[in-house]
């Protein structure tokens, strides 16, 4: 069964950082890209960050673009979200997922990837 899961959620005030991690099981996503999508309350579900199966490329969302870093670790099927400089409007539940094509580099577009986290709160005091 492959399952994606979220870590590092929680309360932060602005300003602060976290670290969200995204450790895959059930097959290996090497050779997948890797996103991070968010969802607001009342809001639908965002682009955030994509990194390419090899690492070599990234895609930030213009309104986290500067403040946060997606990384990957193909040896521990794992992606990170380092997120700096947070805001209130940074508040949402954060989704990973996983590209369901080969030697991708990362798209903006939900409909892209096939498997999903189950996401993690992560909420900015103002």
């Known amino acids: 069964q492959v399952q994606l899961v979220e870590s590092g959620g929680g309360l932060v005030q602005a300003g602060g950082s976290l670290r969200l991690s995204c450790a895959a099981s059930?097959?290996?996503?090497?050779?997948?890209?890797l996103g991070w999508f968010r969802q607001a309350p009342g809001k639908g579900r965002e682009f955030v960050a994509a990194?390419?199966?090899?690492?070599?490329?990234?895609n930030y969302a213009d309104s986290v673009k500067g403040r946060f870093t997606i990384s990957r670790d193909n040896a521990k099927n794992t992606v990170y979200l380092q997120m700096n400089s947070l805001k209130p409007e940074d508040t949402a539940v954060y989704y990973c997922?996983?590209?369901?094509?080969?030697?991708?580099?990362?798209?903006?577009?939900?409909?892209?990837?096939?498997?999903w986290g189950q996401g993690t709160q992560v909420t900015v005091s103002s």
């Open positions: 997922a996983a590209d369901r094509g080969l030697f991708t580099l990362g798209a903006r577009a939900r409909d892209s990837y096939d498997y």
């Open positions: 059930g097959r290996t996503f090497s050779r997948n890209a």
């Open positions: 990194i390419s199966w090899n690492g070599g490329t990234t």
